[in-house]
């Protein structure tokens, strides 16, 4: 993908978190779609257009109490300002989700630097499945969904990313998240960490 297709799609996402009245009109209605068999399947920007209708409402990043799979101890997960969040929902029998781990893993090892804050949440998995990938993969902060988080986060497709911004608000999201979306992340991240 091009630079500066990406850095229009930032651009765009900008205008959306910098103009409020924006944000509050109606998504736009979709035309009139093709016959099954011709319709196309979504495309990255068609995703990223979706992601950015779920923040007209100004939401707040959620926060949750969740079982840390390392120690077995509660986490209570609260949004911090100054700082950025990255949730991301797998689960250990999720084959697009194994694929997009070492993916996500690079990104993270980027951006955690930069007040950054990775978090991988297992949705519909057994705590001895979860806690076993986690192990495999040495994921840096891994939790195991509960009825809180799937509540909140509106039960997400896997695997799925949420973004937190530094001012404790929902910025974005990515379901059915693919690798060839994560260069669009990081630059939504960049440039909220720039602000």
């Known amino acids: 993908m091009a630079i500066h297709s990406v850095l229009a799609r930032v651009a765009l996402l900008v205008?959306?978190?910098t103009a409020p009245h924006a944000l509050a009109a109606d998504p736009p209605k979709p035309a009139a779609a093709a016959s099954?068999?011709?319709t196309p399947?979504?495309?990255?920007?068609?995703?990223?257009v979706h992601s950015t209708t779920y923040v007209n409402s100004w939401l707040k990043f959620p926060s949750f109490s969740a079982e840390d799979l390392?120690?077995?101890?509660?986490l209570d997960f609260k949004p911090r300002l100054g700082e950025m969040n990255v949730l991301i929902f797998i689960a250990s029998w999720c084959e697009p989700c194994q694929?997009?781990?070492p993916e996500v893993q690079k990104l993270e090892r980027k951006l955690s630097p930069q007040d950054t804050r990775f978090i991988w949440i297992f949705a519909h998995d057994t705590p001895a499945d979860a806690e076993s990938f986690a192990k495999e993969y040495k994921l840096s902060s891994a939790?195991?969904?509960?009825?809180e988080i799937l509540t909140a986060f509106n039960n997400p497709e896997l695997p799925s990313i949420y973004v937190g911004d530094r001012r404790q608000?929902?910025?974005?999201?990515f379901l059915n998240t693919r690798a060839e979306d994560l260069p669009i992340l990081d630059q939504i991240v960049?440039?909220?960490v720039a602000w």
């Open 190 to 192: 960049k440039t909220a």
């Open 70 to 74: 390392k120690s077995g101890s509660t």
């Open 36 to 38: 099954p068999a011709a």
């Open 99 to 101: 694929r997009l781990v």
């Open 41 to 48: 399947e979504k495309t990255t920007q068609d995703r990223m």
């Open 15 to 17: 205008s959306f978190m």
């Open 143 to 147: 939790v195991l969904a509960n009825k």
């Open 169 to 173: 608000w929902m910025l974005t999201r």
